[in-house]
Antibody, heavy 119, light 108 residues
Framework: QVQLVESGGDLVKPGGSLRLSCAASGFTFSDSYMTWIRQAPGKGLEWVSYISGSGNTISYADSVKGRFTISRDNAKNSLYLQMNSLRAEDMAVYYC????????????WGQGTLVTVSS | EIVLTQSPGTLSLSPGERATLSCRASQSVTSSYLAWYQQKPGQAPRLLISGASSRATGIPDRFSGSGSGTDFTLTISRLEPEDFAVYYCQQYGSSSYTFGQGTKLEIK
């Protein structure tokens, strides 16, 4: 079955950097678009970024454009999110999620990793 | 960017009752790209409905989705105790996703 496991969340100071990872298994990773979604404490869901299976198509939310970089390593079945210039408003649980094949909805989610931005 | 507005913000009902959750878009949404998710405390969201009306694998048939254009509805025909959670609608368009702010379904 599809399994997504995020890691890398930590406490970081404003202006700092962090790299999140998502390890995927149970499906052909290189065929799947992958996304990052975040959820600030007590708040709703916010889409962050997505990347195509090949890595050639990438999109970002305006709130993170120019600061975050999504990437993937298909040989390692892994998805990444490099987060720079972190702000207090970036503090959230970050989920990786798979986009359903040939669809747009997100059919599998990881359990999330917490990013805390505080001095 | 398409804005999704969910109503009500909180819905208080009893087990066995029918729940009707609304999701209204600021402009027309492709029905194929409208989905609903359920999230329980401390858990990741779970896909319920895709394509506005297709239940995801393993989702009970008491959950149903309908609508088109700018107005979409998630209906839970008879509430079970495990259905009390937060529900989000989500759409894809113009190379981005947006989510509604969520409806909290609580036990009355």
């Amino acid at each position: 079955q599809v399994q997504l496991v995020e890691s890398g969340g930590d406490l970081v100071k404003p202006g700092g950097s962090l790299r999140l990872s998502c390890a995927a298994s149970g499906f052909t990773f290189s065929d799947s678009y992958m996304t990052w979604i975040r959820q600030a404490p007590g708040k709703g869901l916010e889409w962050v970024s997505y990347i195509s299976g090949s890595g050639n198509t990438i999109s970002y939310a305006d709130s993170v454009k120019g600061r975050f970089t999504i990437s993937r390593d298909n040989a390692k079945n892994s998805l990444y999110l490099q987060m720079n210039s972190l702000r207090a408003e970036d503090m959230a649980v970050y989920y990786c999620a798979r986009r359903a094949p040939s669809q747009r909805h997100l059919d599998s989610w990881g359990q999330g990793t917490l990013v805390t931005v505080s001095s | 960017e398409i804005v999704l507005t969910q109503s009500p913000g909180t819905l208080s009902l009893s087990p066995g009752e029918r729940a009707t959750l609304s999701c209204r878009a600021s402009q027309s949404v492709t029905s194929s790209y409208l989905a609903w998710y359920q999230q329980k405390p401390g858990q990741a969201p779970r896909l319920l409905i895709s394509g506005a009306s297709s239940r995801a694998t393993g989702i009970p048939d008491r959950f149903s989705g309908s609508g088109s254009g700018t107005d979409f509805t998630l209906t839970i025909s008879r509430l079970e105790p495990e259905d009390f959670a937060v529900y989000y609608c989500q759409q894809y368009g113009s190379s981005s996703y947006t989510f509604g702010q969520g409806t909290k379904l609580e036990i009355k």
